[in-house]
């Protein structure tokens, strides 16, 4: 995947400065982001537009929500009759709201200690900026690898993966972007809004799963 379109944010964000996501998102800092309205907002607005790409004609659907937080997106979903569960690393997001409608899991999405062929889509909102971060990272390619491969088990044929993440530059979007289709049948591409304003840009990748399970 390449693009004519370029750019690359300098100022340093916490996924630069933080090596485990664990180490940010703690203490009062968890609480104001689970807390926070205005993020809440957000959240919403881009799962909606999640949503739209995931274009479904019905809501009889199951969903993964990967890296979901506090659940503003699995909330969302589930209020929009679709069927959740919410997948985070880090517990203490869990255990702010009740989240029983929304099947929380403690667990990394690199490794989702999940069966195989179970999900309509996985969505991931506002995380893959921490999963993916260095092209020259070694084991941050081993590890987004075997999350490609563990997407693609945990979906079944046809399924849909919706990513909107904050990637540092093109370079890592369209590595990112490669890794999917190299590591699994998995077919699509980016879609950015707003690209040409840098506050309001927002990228989703977007992929479908062809075949079944056993590549
Ligand atoms: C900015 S928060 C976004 C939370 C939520 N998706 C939202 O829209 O509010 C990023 C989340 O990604 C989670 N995360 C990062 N790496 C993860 C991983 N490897 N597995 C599961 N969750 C992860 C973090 O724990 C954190 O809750």
Known sequence: MSFNYKFHV????PEDIYADVRDYYKKQRLLDYAYSKSMMRIQEKITKRV?????FDNNNKLILDAGCGPGFASFYLQQHGFKVVSLDLIKSF??????????????DMSHLPIKSN???AIISISAFQWIYREISGKSENKSLIELVKSF???LKTN?????QFYPKNTKILEKIGSIFV???PFEGGYIIDNENSPKKRKIFLK???YGNSSF
């Open 94 to 107: 869990l255990n702010i709201y009740d989240m029983s409608e929304i099947n929380p899991i403690n667990g």
């Open 159 to 163: 399924g849909i993966i919706v990513i």
């Open 182 to 184: 190299k590591h699994a």
């Open 118 to 120: 179970i999900f309509d």
């Open 207 to 209: 992929l479908v799963k």
């Open 10 to 13: 300098k100022k340093k964000r």
């Open 51 to 55: 949503l739209e790409l995931l274009d």
């Open 152 to 154: 693609y088990l945990a």
